[in-house]
């Protein structure tokens, strides 16, 4: 099996879908999480709602969350095999530990891989073995 890589999705949009998510479902949480728990920080039970949707909302549907949808990107596997839990996982959590372990600087990176690269591939799509294309 080859790697395809058709329309990939650059910064810009990768942002605003970002946005939407953070705005449709992080900030209806946080409110929830301040009257759960009495602050903006977020308990347990939000945060984990947070971590499911990003893991389990692409896999349900077909690479989107509800902000890709909206602005008609999605998630793919490079291979063209469907976006599974495993491929999420990696994507999330070991994406995650890449920025954090380099103190922000591979999101700085990644921010640049996508603005600059034919591919649009960030640090997470290469640990993955995913990019985010339009429909």
């Known amino acids: 099996m080859g790697l395809t890589i058709e329309r990939p999705a650059g910064f810009w949009v990768r942002l605003a879908a970002n946005l939407l998510d953070a705005f449709i479902v992080s900030l209806p949480l946080s409110i929830i999480s301040y009257f759960i728990a009495g602050d903006?920080?977020?308990?347990?039970?939000?945060?984990?709602?947070?971590?499911?949707?990003g893991i389990f909302l692409p896999v349900l549907w077909s690479g989107y969350t509800i902000g890709k949808r909206t602005v008609g990107i999605r998630i793919a596997k490079v291979n063209g095999e469907k976006v599974g839990i495993g491929t999420m996982l990696l994507r999330i959590?070991?994406?995650?530990?890449?920025?954090?372990?380099?103190?922000?600087?591979?999101?700085?990176?990644?921010?640049?891989?996508?603005?600059?690269?034919?591919?649009?591939?960030?640090?997470?799509?290469f640990i993955a073995g995913t990019y985010v294309r339009y429909n």
């Open 40 to 53: 903006w920080e977020g308990d347990y039970f939000t945060t984990a709602i947070e971590f499911l949707y």
């Open 93 to 125: 959590l070991l994406g995650a530990l890449v920025y954090v372990l380099t103190v922000g600087i591979g999101i700085i990176v990644s921010a640049f891989m996508v603005g600059l690269r034919d591919d649009k591939r960030a640090i997470h799509d």
